[in-house]
C-alpha cells in the first residue's frame, strides 16, 4: 500500500518506547523486551497496526511484534496505537521496521512465536512480482523457520486470486488448511479472534467478501 512521507514518522517513533529500531539486537531475546515470560505473536506486514492494536487491548497477557518495511506507515501506526490505548500504558507491543524477506535475521526459534498474522497484504498480481507476496512459499520456507510443528498462520485478504492461490502455496509448504470461510463476516468465526482492519471495512462496505484461513504448520 502506498503511503505519503510523513516527516513526523521518524521523530516520533524515535522516542516512541515500544518502537524497536534495531531488531536484530532482539533476535532469540524478544521476551527480555517485554520483560515477562507470555506467549509472543507476530504479524507481518502490520500496514497502520490498527489489527495488532485491537488485538493486544482484547489480550493483554500476549505480546505482539508487529512488523512493516515502512517507516511512514509505522509512524501512522504507532498514532493508532497510542489513539486506541488512551490512557493505558502500551505494554505488549513492538513495532519495528524491517524487511520480511529477512524475517529470521530479527526472529529466532528461541522466540517461541506462537502464531503468525497476515493481513491484506499486497495481492502482486502480475506473474513476475508473485514472489513479493507474503504468503509466497519463499516466505513460508521462513515462517516454518520461526514456528514449531503444529503452530499456525491466520490469513485474511479480499483478493480472490491471492487467496486461492495462497491455499496452493500453504499446501506445498506443509501447512494444512485446519479453518476456511470464503465470507468471514457471515460465518460462525468469533470476530474477537481476528479483529477488523481499516481495509478489511473498506472492503466489505463495498460488498467484498472477506477470504480468511488457518494454515498448521506439520
Not at 9 to 37: H, I, M, Q, T
Not at 172 to 189: A, G, M, P, Q, V
Request: hydrophobic residues 35%; contains cysteine; aromatic residues 10%.
Amino acid at each position: 500500500m502506498r503511503i505519503r512521507k510523513k516527516k513526523w514518522a521518524e521523530p516520533e517513533l524515535s522516542k516512541c518506547p515500544f518502537y524497536v529500531a534495531e531488531p536484530k539486537d532482539y533476535k532469540n531475546r524478544w521476551k527480555e523486551f517485554f520483560a515477562n515470560g507470555n506467549p509472543v505473536m507476530l504479524e507481518v506486514g502490520c500496514g497502520k497496526c490498527s489489527f495488532a492494536a485491537q488485538m493486544a487491548l482484547l489480550n493483554p497477557d500476549i505480546n505482539f511484534i508487529a512488523v512493516d518495511i515502512k517507516l511512514d506507515m509505522l509512524g501512522v501506526g504507532r498514532r493508532n496505537i497510542v489513539s486506541l490505548f488512551g490512557d493505558r500504558k502500551v505494554g505488549n507491543i513492538a513495532l519495528t521496521r524491517y524487511n520480511v524477506e529477512q524475517i529470521d535475521e530479527i526472529i529466532g526459534p528461541d522466540d517461541e512465536i506462537q502464531r503468525i498474522y497476515i493481513n491484506f497484504c499486497n495481492p502482486w498480481p502480475r506473474e513476475k512480482h508473485k514472489k513479493r507476496r507474503l504468503t509466497h512459499p519463499r516466505k513460508l520456507k521462513l515462517y516454518r523457520q520461526i514456528l514449531k510443528d503444529g503452530l499456525e498462520i491466520h490469513f485474511k485478504t479480499d483478493d480472490d486470486e491471492l487467496f486461492a492461490e495462497s491455499l496452493e502455496y500453504f499446501e506445498s509448504e506443509n501447512f494444512r488448511i485446519t479453518k476456511i470461510s470464503y465470507d468471514l463476516h457471515n460465518s460462525d468465526i468469533d470476530p474477537d479472534t481476528t479483529p477488523m482492519t481499516e481495509h478489511e471495512k473498506m472492503f466489505s462496505d463495498e460488498g467484498i467478501k472477506i477470504k480468511y484461513c488457518v494454515a498448521q504448520k506439520l
